[in-house]
């Protein structure tokens, strides 16, 4: 469904893409699934705000195994172009499934979603590539009712023992969005130290409960006090003149 062509076009400007977008999917002029293929085929000129302009696209592709596992399988193509969309799809994709008007998460959703793509997956050959993708979505969950991060909902499908790999996603999502771009020339390795503290509160707080998810999080913990250390030493050597 994603790779029927549209006609070829020239591009407009990234703007005018989105604002296009935005009056079609108002509009109801032309059928969900050309607006799906627009939006596959437009997606890369639509900065950083592209799941909120290809809201179709988004809304298909995490509520639709059979899609959700299209998109994997595009991604692993020889098609280097298609591939290339596919992944910068999968890999800006900040919606989880199951997700409430609300920003909480139907249990429900979110495990028949998980339990039928991985399914899908897996009779494709390529479910260590769906496990990881959806571990990296799900380092998007909101925080749980209790305050804890992340939600009950996604505590109960990472904490599975078979899910290793899905876990590992979840933990490259999680260092490759919090990363620290701005500090004082000699600051060291603070801030690192401090996201190491949010990680190990929340592996804490889950550690009784959710031992394979507590685990994890104190991986990510670990990972963030080392990148403080390395934070430290730079900052040393720049006091002594390196």
Do not use: H
């Not at 705000?49 to 991604?75: G, K």
């Amino acid at each position: 469904m994603l790779l029927n062509e549209e006609a070829d076009v020239a591009f407009p400007d990234p703007w005018s893409v989105e604002e296009a977008i935005k009056r079609l999917e108002a509009s109801g002029a032309i059928s969900k699934e050309r607006l799906i293929r627009l939006e596959f085929r437009f997606i890369s000129l639509m900065g950083f705000s592209e799941e909120q302009s290809a809201w179709t696209l988004y809304d298909v592709i995490m509520n639709d195994p059979r899609m959700f596992s299209e998109l994997i399988c595009l991604a692993c193509s020889s098609d280097e172009t298609t591939a290339k969309i596919a992944w910068r799809i999968l890999r800006n994709c900040r919606r989880l499934p199951g997700s409430r008007p609300d920003n909480t998460i139907d249990p429900e959703a979110l495990i028949e979603f998980i339990e039928k793509t991985r399914e899908l997956c897996q009779a494709a050959g390529k479910l260590t590539v769906c496990d990881l993708v959806l571990g990296e979505i799900m380092s998007y969950s909101p925080v749980g009712s209790d305050g804890v991060w992340p939600c009950e909902p996604v505590r109960e499908v990472l904490d599975r023992p078979e899910l290793e790999r899905m876990r590992r996603g979840f933990q490259r999502g999680v260092l490759s969005r919090f990363r620290i771009f701005s500090k004082a020339c000699y600051e060291g390795g603070d801030q690192e130290r401090e996201l190491a503290s949010i990680y190990r509160n929340y592996a804490d707080a889950l550690r009784g409960s959710y031992p394979y998810l507590a685990s994890a999080l104190d991986e990510i913990a670990k990972t963030y006090e080392r990148f403080g250390e390395y934070e430290d030493w730079d900052a040393l050597l720049r006091l002594e003149g390196y």
